[in-house]
């Protein structure tokens, strides 16, 4: 298993993600334990804020792979954001030529993109589709963690029509954001919508990076072939700027994601 990673706030100082540079290490440990060769580092940025900081994230992540040196712990680390769907990123897109700044891995292919999780802006679909003309592709954080696309998953199907990437959580697959997160994940993954599986890590504990658990259930629902497309596959061709694939579409009773939530006290 080699997997890549292309969600996680393993990089201290920029969010609520590792504090320090002891839980840094710790995640890496983890993440390199369950399987993850290649982790990009994506802060939270709000393009509403003044002070966003894109330009100190790859120094930093540059600083960081030498401590993963020093450490010999053999993790690629990768600069990216987490960007918020909001005026900001509008007028970014509108307005800035530097596209490239916000893309994973500074490829200038691929944005990864959230929203609030108890809303969904109406402005949303139009800021995406703007990202889109600029030449790049969104991809979608954790949908199943939205309240409303929660409840409507079909929404999320006409975002991944209009050639949107889809990403869910690992933690969402395991129960650990409830049920409601839970059987959206659920419905993407059967419908075929869901190109990419990723941590979204935020420490070494409750929201860690091991993506050993996410695969095994994977296999168990899906098979060898789409778990390996989920975790290995389309999140290289991500960094690498290359184009995803789909996952074939399996009849919801033969996605069987809740055993977990028993584990999980929920």
């Not at 994230?57 to 769907?85: A, K, N």
Request: glycine share 8%; proline share 7%.
């Amino acid at each position: 298993m080699a997997f890549t990673d292309i969600h996680s706030h393993i990089l201290p100082g920029f969010d609520d993600g590792a504090a320090n540079d002891g839980e840094f290490l710790q995640m890496a440990a983890l993440a390199l334990r369950g399987g993850t060769s290649c982790m990009v580092a994506t802060p939270h940025c709000d393009l509403e804020d003044p002070l966003p900081r894109l330009e100190d994230i790859p120094i930093t992540v540059e600083q960081y792979r030498e401590l993963l040196r020093s450490r010999s712990l053999g993790l690629d680390l990768v600069p990216g954001v987490e960007v918020r769907i909001n005026a900001g990123l509008y007028r970014w897109a509108r307005e800035s030529g530097e596209m490239e700044r916000l893309t994973l891995a500074g490829n200038g292919r691929y944005l990864l993109a959230d929203l609030p999780l108890g809303d969904m802006p109406n402005a949303a679909a139009d800021i995406l589709f703007l990202v889109q003309l600029r030449g790049v592709t969104p991809i979608l954080a954790h949908p199943e963690r939205n309240r409303l696309l929660a409840s409507r998953p079909e929404r999320v199907r006409e975002l991944a029509e209009r050639g949107i990437v889809i990403q869910v959580n690992s933690g969402s697959l395991l129960g650990l954001y409830g049920r409601a997160a839970m059987r959206c994940a659920a419905a993407l993954l059967s419908q075929g919508l869901v190109r990419v599986v990723a941590s979204d890590a935020h420490g070494p504990a409750a929201r860690d990076p091991d993506l050993s658990p996410a695969h095994a259930l994977l296999v168990r629902s899906l098979g060898e072939d789409a778990a390996r497309l989920l975790l290995e596959e389309n999140p290289a061709a991500v960094l690498a700027g290359e184009e995803t694939a789909a996952v074939a579409a399996k009849p919801p009773r033969r996605l069987r994601l809740f055993a977990p939530l028993r584990r999980h006290g929920l």
